[in-house]
T-cell receptor, first 115, second 114 residues
């Protein structure tokens, strides 16, 4: 069963506007962590933001915020004031269980920022 | 600088010729892992290691081997590469294997098997 689903293969956003990248997850474990990574065209994986299953508040890191809706099992990434440098592939990922052996990834969303 | 170092960055080889991709981290992390990235599939875990001499299979282990003789190194071995192993490979590490542990990634190895 797919554990992480990213339903948007590609997205466009106008520079300076906000954009939401969708992510839904599936787990029966009460302990899990949700991560977003950015992969620019150069290929490296850049950590953006983390949300723990026990966290009461939505995570924020600068222009990135995570809209965490636990009951709906969604963890959408919101990028505010998009910049041209935000054009990249974005991956949602989950690590579950006390020992968190795996980081399971979604298929990714390609974001293109238009000027 | 804290980092995960993978080598080589690019590799072209032929079917059946054994190769090793090296991975080293300087953060004293216990947990290390290998992933492959293929279009439309995201990243899939090949093998992981919880600590020295402790390794286990991920989701796509067929055709790969690993070893963890030292804490800092976690090489990926393809004993007889085949074209379906053409992919972008990432090594990653975290302090421990907890659900709240962020993974640090190497810069990737683009492998082509002809």
């Amino acid at each position: 069963a797919q554990k992480i689903t990213q339903t948007q293969p590609g997205m466009f956003v106008q520079e300076k506007e906000a954009v939401t990248l969708d992510c839904t997850y599936d787990t029966s474990d009460p302990s899990y962590g949700l991560f977003w990574y950015k992969q620019p065209s150069s290929g490296e994986m850049i950590f953006l933001i983390y949300q723990g299953s026990y966290d009461q508040q939505n995570a924020t890191e600068g222009r990135y915020s995570l809209n965490f809706q636990k009951a709906r099992k969604s963890a959408n990434l919101v990028i505010s004031a998009s910049q041209l440098g935000d054009s990249a592939m974005y991956f949602c990922a989950m690590r579950e269980g006390r020992y968190g052996n795996k980081l399971v990834f979604g298929a990714g969303t390609i974001l293109r920022v238009k000027s | 600088e804290a980092q995960v170092t993978q080598n080589p960055r690019y590799l072209i080889t032929v079917t059946g010729k054994k190769l090793t991709v090296t991975c080293s981290q300087n953060m004293n992390h216990e947990y290390m892992s290998w992933y492959r990235q293929d279009p439309g599939l995201g990243l899939r875990q090949i093998y992981y290691s919880m600590n020295v001499e402790v390794t286990d299979k991920g989701d796509v282990p067929e055709g790969y081997k690993v070893s963890r003789k030292e804490k800092r190194n976690f090489p990926l071995i393809l004993e007889s590469p085949s074209p379906n192993q053409t992919s972008l490979y990432f090594c990653a590490s975290s302090l421990e294997a907890g659900f709240n542990e962020k993974l640090f990634f190497g810069s990737g190895t683009q492998l082509s098997v002809l």
